[in-house]
């Protein structure tokens, strides 16, 4: 059974940092591009972050871009998004994910496994 369990979530103050794992089981991410997404009560879920399975580009959204870093260890099966100088907007859950595509991996519709979540606090 796939499965993808985020972890590392919790309370930082602004300008603080996190990081966030994403551990798989029941399929492998080295033939998987990766992301992470975010939802805030009352948003949508917006893209932060993802890297190409075939390419290994990295690409963020534009609220992130400078500080957070995503990366992938294949060996441990594992995602993480490296969060720094955290702001309170960026207070959300945040959501792993794999895809089978290789490119447009800004857009929830390319992902078909999802992680359950892990709470991101950030306060000022």
């Known amino acids: 059974q796939e499965q993808l369990v985020e972890s590392g979530g919790g309370l930082v103050q602004a300008g603080g940092s996190l990081r966030l794992s994403c551990a798989a089981s029941?399929?492998?991410?080295?033939?998987?591009?990766m992301g992470w997404f975010r939802q805030a009560p009352g948003k949508e879920r917006e893209f932060v972050a993802a890297?190409?399975?075939?390419?290994?580009?990295?690409y963020y959204g534009d609220s992130v871009k400078g500080r957070f870093v995503i990366s992938r260890d294949n060996a441990k099966n594992t995602v993480y998004l490296e969060m720094n100088s955290l702001k309170p907007e960026d207070t959300a859950v945040y959501y792993c994910?794999?895809?089978?595509?290789?490119?447009?991996?800004?857009?929830?519709?390319?992902?078909?496994?999802w992680g359950q979540g892990t709470q991101v606090t950030v306060s000022s």
């Open positions: 994910a794999a895809s089978p595509n290789w490119n447009a991996l800004m857009a929830l519709k390319f992902y078909d496994y």
């Open positions: 029941g399929l492998t991410i080295s033939r998987r591009s």
């Open positions: 890297i190409s399975w075939r390419t290994e580009t990295t």
